[in-house]
């Protein structure tokens, strides 16, 4: 049978969020310490400053004109570009997860774009060579 690959620190397991608040195994100490949680708007902070994406690009839980927006709402999450007082673009998620890494693949793709992030290494063709 496959093993399940290890799960970075700092990263959500579904799997085991249930044992999340668990005290680890092998606890040096034997301090009660809890695992904590990490939020997905930390986890998407992080990337975010980690991608160099400036911080006016995107706004979390508020509508700023010319930002990517993500909006908290009663069925789930609403990704948005506000520009023009109007919202452009909308993508609604039920999954707070969805709706996070959705906004970062859509700041990032713009990065790339505009040149303000390099791809890591060159596109390959499947036919042969770089693109």
Same mark, same amino acid.
């Given at each position: 049978d496959p093993q399940p690959l &290890?799960? &970075? &620190? #700092? =990263?959500?397991?579904? /799997?085991? %969020?249930? !044992? %999340?608040d668990i005290t680890p195994p092998g606890d040096v100490g034997g301090r009660? %310490?809890?695992?904590? @949680?990490?939020?997905? @708007?930390? *986890? =998407?902070?992080? !990337?975010?400053?980690? %991608?160099? *994406? &400036?911080r006016a690009a995107y706004a979390l839980e508020t509508e700023i004109e010319g930002a990517m927006c993500l909006l908290p709402t009663p069925d789930g999450f609403d990704v948005f *570009?506000?520009?023009? #007082?109007?919202?452009? /673009?909308? @993508?609604? =998620?039920t999954d707070e997860e969805a709706a996070y890494f959705y906004l970062f693949?859509? !700041?990032?793709? /713009?990065? *790339? @774009?505009? #040149?303000?992030q390099a791809p890591a290494v060159a596109a390959t063709n499947p036919y042969g060579g770089t693109v």
């Open positions: &290890p799960v &970075p &620190p #700092g =990263f959500y397991d579904p /799997e085991n %969020a249930a !044992l %999340a009660a %310490a809890r695992r904590r @949680r990490v939020s997905t @708007r930390e *986890i =998407f902070c992080e !990337l975010a400053d980690l %991608a160099s *994406i &400036p *570009i506000a520009a023009d #007082g109007m919202r452009h /673009e909308l @993508r609604s =998620f693949g859509v !700041l990032m793709a /713009e990065a *790339i @774009r505009s #040149g303000a």
